[in-house]
């Protein structure tokens, strides 16, 4: 597609939970990085996917959290057992090679746990 | 990676050039300066970056010093749509495997009519 696209856009769930979060990435684009926002807060970085190497979850704030990449294009970001804390935009960017012409991002769920 | 320090906030009048610091001090030889902006409720948006010379792009232009431990990101013409938080990142080796981008707190800036 012509841009990095992120589905649900809004998501409300209740707390305990668990949520799929889904990021297609550009065509084409070889890296593709989490990040998650909450309100009137900067960006945290979750994780990163860089071709077949293994990712880099170093970002993931609990093992509650856990991402996949498969055939290399689309990602899933899961959250177990939701907590209120969960609750921010998350971001999904993609880039080619290892980004060296800035990522691109997409428009970002919007998670609300009650 | 190396750590950026830029205002908290400016503002600028709609016309006018919009210029936004950004220090870099400990910024090393093969880390390269980048500049994202992220508008109210939009994903962040790739504006421009640069190593060691100064470069533009139909969004804006980005000076480097020669020393490169400060840059500045030039919006020639600031428009309303120009108001954002704008991110300055000086990121590891493109060669690198730790190439992922750490967000800082931004500039916050301010378009006025």
Same mark, same amino acid.
């Given at each position: 597609?012509?841009?990095?696209?992120?589905?649900?856009?809004?998501?409300?769930? @209740?707390?305990?939970? /668990?949520?799929?979060? %889904?990021?297609?990435?550009?065509?084409?684009?070889?890296?593709?990085?989490?990040? !998650?926002?909450?309100?009137?807060?900067?960006?945290?970085?979750?994780?990163?996917?860089?071709?077949?190497?293994?990712? /880099?979850?170093?970002?993931?704030?609990?093992? !509650?959290?856990?991402? @996949? !990449?498969?055939?290399?294009?689309?990602?899933?970001?899961?959250?177990? !057992?939701?907590?209120?804390?969960?609750?921010?935009?998350?971001l999904c960017a993609s880039s080619t090679d290892r980004g060296r012409s800035g990522y691109t991002f997409g428009s970002g769920t %919007?998670?609300?746990?009650? | 990676? &190396?750590?950026?320090?830029?205002?908290? #906030?400016?503002?600028?009048?709609?016309? +006018?050039?919009?210029?936004?610091?950004?220090?870099? #001090?400990?910024?090393?030889?093969?880390?390269?300066?980048?500049?994202?902006?992220?508008?109210? #409720?939009?994903?962040?948006?790739?504006?421009?970056?640069?190593?060691?010379?100064?470069?533009?792009?139909?969004? &804006? =232009?980005?000076?480097?010093?020669?020393? +490169?431990? =400060? =840059?500045?990101?030039?919006?020639?013409?600031?428009?309303?749509?120009?108001? &954002?938080?704008?991110?300055?990142?000086? +990121?590891?080796?493109?060669?690198?495997? &730790?190439?992922?981008?750490?967000?800082?707190?931004?500039? +916050?800036?301010?378009?006025?009519?």
């Amino acid at each position: 597609g012509a841009g990095v696209s992120q589905s649900p856009s809004n998501k409300v769930t @209740e707390k305990g939970k /668990d949520v799929e979060l %889904r990021c297609d990435p550009i065509s084409g684009h070889t890296a593709l990085y989490w990040y !998650r926002q909450s309100l009137g807060q900067g960006l945290e970085f979750l994780i990163y996917f860089q071709g077949n190497s293994a990712p /880099d979850k170093s970002g993931l704030p609990s093992d !509650r959290f856990s991402a @996949e !990449r498969t055939g290399g294009s689309v990602s899933t970001l899961t959250i177990q !057992r939701t907590q209120q804390e969960d609750s921010a935009v998350y971001l999904c960017a993609s880039s080619t090679d290892r980004g060296r012409s800035g990522y691109t991002f997409g428009s970002g769920t %919007r998670l609300t746990v009650v | 990676d &190396a750590k950026t320090t830029q205002p908290t #906030s400016m503002d600028c009048a709609e016309g +006018r050039a919009a210029n936004l610091p950004c220090n870099h #001090s400990t910024i090393s030889g093969n880390e390269y300066v980048y500049w994202y902006r992220q508008i109210h #409720s939009q994903g962040p948006q790739y504006i421009i970056h640069g190593l060691k010379n100064n470069e533009t792009n139909e969004m &804006a =232009s980005l000076i480097i010093t020669e020393d +490169r431990k =400060s =840059s500045t990101l030039i919006l020639p013409h600031a428009t309303l749509r120009d108001t &954002a938080v704008y991110y300055c990142i000086v +990121r590891g080796s493109l060669y690198s495997s &730790a190439s992922k981008i750490i967000f800082g707190s931004g500039t +916050r800036l301010s378009i006025r009519p």
